[in-house]
C-alpha cells in the first residue's frame, strides 16, 4: 500500500462548496485520496497510519505548489497524423509560412455545414491509410501532450487515428480515456436537399462494438470507451438510432457536435425536416448521458427540451478564435443554460496542429464569459476549475472516481509552482496562473496516486523518443497521403530532428488497402 502526503500547498478542491486551503495537504495511500485539508489536519490521519505504510511513505514538499485536481478533457479529437497536411499542394491554408494570407475557413461567418460535413465524412476512413507503428505514434504524442499540460482523463469525440493505437497509449502513458471512434455515415451536400450515404451504418456500428471489446479485453479501469458522432449532420437515422441503442445497452455517455453553427439549423431542415436537437430527441439521444459540444444555436423551444433532459454542455473557448466559431460571443446560450441548471464542462476540442490546453480554456472561460455578461462574477476562477474538471468528469460519467480532490477519489492531481513574480503577493494563485500562466507551468502530474509528470518531464517515457517517432510517422503520412514533396519536409523537420536518420517512406511502400484508403483521403488537406 504505497503512500504519498503532498503536503503545505495552496490546495483548490474543486468539490461542490468550491472549498480551497492556502495551506493544505493531500494524502494519498493505494492510490486514493485517504484524507485533504489543512495540514494540521491531514497530519493528524498520517500520525494514524499503519507505522509500515508512514514509514515507506514519500513526502513531497508543496510549499511553491498550487495543488489541483487532474484536468479532465471531455471533448478531444486525435487528428495530428495530417499536421504536415499545409505543406503540400492541396493545403488548407494558402501559404503555410505566413498568416497574412489567410482567408475565413469553413466554421467562420457562421458556419459551412455542408463543407464541413462533407470534409468530417472524407476522414472517417483516415486512420484505414495509417500503418500501425505511425498509428502508435501519433497517439502517442498527442497523448504525452494531453499529459504533459495536466489533463489526467480525455474523452475522444472521434479521432483520425485507430483506435487500438489510442487505447494502447492510454495504457502506456498512465493516463485515462474513454476512446470512440470517428463515426459518420454520410453528409449533406452542397446544392441539395437529402443526406448523401457514404457507408453502412452498420460498418460504423461494428467499428464502435470492436473498440468495446478491445477496452474490455485491456482490462484497465482507467479506459472506457465512449460512443458519439462527429456531427448530427454526418449521421442517418438508422446509425442515430444504432448508437442510442448502443449508448442505452451499455449504459456509456454520448459525444456529438450540435447546435454548433447558425446554419446548421437550416441544413437539417432541408435534410432531415427537423432541427438538431429535437432530431437528438427523435434518435433516442437526448438524455442525462448527452455531452453536447458548443451547443449555442439552439432555439429557446430546444433549449428547454436540454433542460428537461438534463443533458450535459461542452464548450472549447480556447479553440474558437482560431477558426472564427462564435458559440459564446454569437449567443448567449451556454451561460444562460448554466444559470438554469445545466453543467457546462470545458475542453480542448482538437486540431492538426497542437492548440491551447485546459488551463487556456478555462482562461478563456473566465474572462470571455465576464465580458460578454459584463459581470466579473459570471464565471469565477473556482468555477472555471471546476468546469475543467468536476463538471467534466460528471459529463464522463466518471464523477464518483475522479474530477475533484475528496476522500475516497482516486488520487488525480495536478501541481503548479506558484513561487516566481506573477504570484507575488497574490491571496489566490489561481487567479495567477489563468491570467498569466498556462499549460505549459504544469510542474507535476498524477494520476492514481502514480506520478507520472515532474518538474516538467515524463519521468517514465523517453519524452525524446516519442518526439522523434512522432514527427518522424508525421512526416511520412504527408508525403504518402498529401504528396508533400520531401525536399519540403526534409528542409522543415531538420530544425526537429535529424533528416539523415528521418525519411519519410514512399508511396510505394503501401498496400492495396492504404493505397486505396489514401485516394480517398486526398480531399482531407
Same mark, same amino acid.
Given at each position: ?18 472549498? =480551497? ?59 495530428? !497524423? ?241 477558426? !472564427? ?77 475522479? !474530477? ?43 494520476? !492514481? ?40 519536409? =526534409? ?35
Amino acid at each position: 500500500m504505497n503512500a504519498l502526503l503532498i503536503r503545505g500547498g495552496h490546495v483548490y478542491t474543486a468539490d461542490k462548496e468550491a472549498r =480551497t486551503y492556502p495551506s493544505g495537504s493531500v494524502l494519498v495511500v493505494a492510490g486514493r485520496i485517504v484524507a485533504v485539508g489543512e495540514s494540521r489536519t491531514v497530519d493528524a490521519v498520517v500520525a494514524e497510519l499503519d507505522p509500515q505504510i508512514r514509514t515507506g511513505m514519500r513526502v513531497m514538499d508543496a510549499g511553491a505548489m498550487m495543488i489541483l485536481p487532474g484536468f479532465v478533457n471531455p471533448h478531444w479529437h486525435e487528428v495530428l !497524423g495530417r499536421g504536415l497536411a499545409q505543406l503540400g499542394p492541396r493545403r488548407r491554408l494558402p501559404d503555410p509560412w505566413c498568416d497574412q494570407s489567410d482567408v475565413p475557413g469553413p466554421f467562420a461567418a457562421g458556419g459551412d455545414v455542408r463543407t464541413l460535413s462533407a470534409i468530417f465524412d472524407a476522414a472517417y476512413s483516415f486512420a484505414d491509410a495509417l500503418e500501425p507503428e505511425e498509428a502508435a505514434a501519433i497517439a502517442e504524442y498527442a497523448l504525452l501532450l494531453q499529459l504533459k499540460t495536466g489533463t489526467t482523463t480525455f474523452g475522444d469525440v472521434g479521432s483520425m487515428n485507430k483506435p487500438q493505437a489510442l487505447i494502447a497509449a492510454t495504457v502506456r502513458l498512465g493516463l485515462r480515456g474513454a476512446v470512440s471512434v470517428w463515426a459518420s455515415d454520410g453528409y449533406c451536400p452542397a446544392g441539395e436537399s437529402r443526406f448523401r450515404r457514404t457507408r453502412e451504418s452498420a460498418e460504423v456500428l461494428d467499428s464502435l462494438e470492436s473498440v468495446r471489446r478491445a477496452v474490455q479485453a485491456e482490462g484497465n479501469d482507467r479506459v472506457r470507451m465512449m460512443p458519439s458522432a462527429i456531427y448530427t449532420a454526418n449521421l442517418s437515422d438508422e446509425l442515430g438510432a444504432g448508437l442510442a441503442a448502443f449508448a442505452d445497452r451499455h449504459g456509456l455517455p454520448f459525444a456529438t457536435h450540435v447546435a454548433a453553427l447558425p446554419d446548421e439549423t437550416d441544413v437539417l431542415r432541408q435534410c432531415f425536416g427537423t432541427t438538431p436537437i429535437r432530431r437528438l430527441a427523435e434518435l433516442g439521444l437526448l438524455n442525462d448521458r448527452l455531452i453536447a459540444v458548443h451547443c449555442a444555436w439552439a432555439d429557446e423551444a430546444e433549449q428547454a427540451m436540454l433542460l428537461r433532459a438534463h443533458a450535459r454542455l461542452n464548450h472549447s473557448p480556447a479553440k474558437y478564435g482560431t477558426t !472564427g466559431e462564435s458559440p459564446m460571443s454569437g449567443t448567449p446560450t451556454l451561460l444562460r443554460l448554466a444559470r438554469a441548471g445545466l453543467e457546462l464542462s470545458l475542453s480542448t476540442d482538437g486540431e492538426g496542429l497542437p492548440i491551447g490546453g485546459m488551463a487556456e480554456a478555462m482562461r478563456q472561460a473566465w474572462l470571455m464569459h465576464n465580458e460578454l455578461r459584463s459581470d466579473n462574477t459570471a464565471v469565477v476562477p473556482t468555477t472555471a476549475l471546476a468546469m475543467a474538471t468536476r463538471l467534466a468528469a460528471k459529463a464522463l460519467c466518471w464523477e464518483e472516481e475522479i !474530477g475533484s480532490l475528496e476522500t475516497g477519489k482516486q488520487a488525480d492531481l495536478v501541481l503548479v509552482r506558484i513561487d516566481d513574480w506573477r504570484y507575488l503577493l497574490r491571496p489566490r494563485p489561481l487567479e495567477g496562473f489563468l491570467l498569466m500562466g498556462g499549460s505549459t507551468d504544469v510542474d507535476t502530474v498524477i494520476v !492514481g496516486g502514480r506520478v507520472l509528470v515532474e518538474a516538467g518531464q515524463v519521468i517514465h517515457v523517453a519524452e525524446s523518443a516519442v518526439r522523434e517517432r512522432f514527427i518522424t510517422a508525421a512526416a511520412q503520412i504527408a508525403a504518402r497521403l498529401f504528396d508533400v514533396d520531401s525536399q519540403t519536409l =526534409t528542409s522543415f523537420t531538420a530544425k526537429f530532428v535529424n533528416p539523415a536518420r528521418r525519411q519519410p517512406r514512399s508511396g510505394s511502400a503501401m498496400n492495396p488497402a492504404q493505397r486505396q484508403a489514401a485516394v480517398r483521403h486526398r480531399g482531407l488537406s
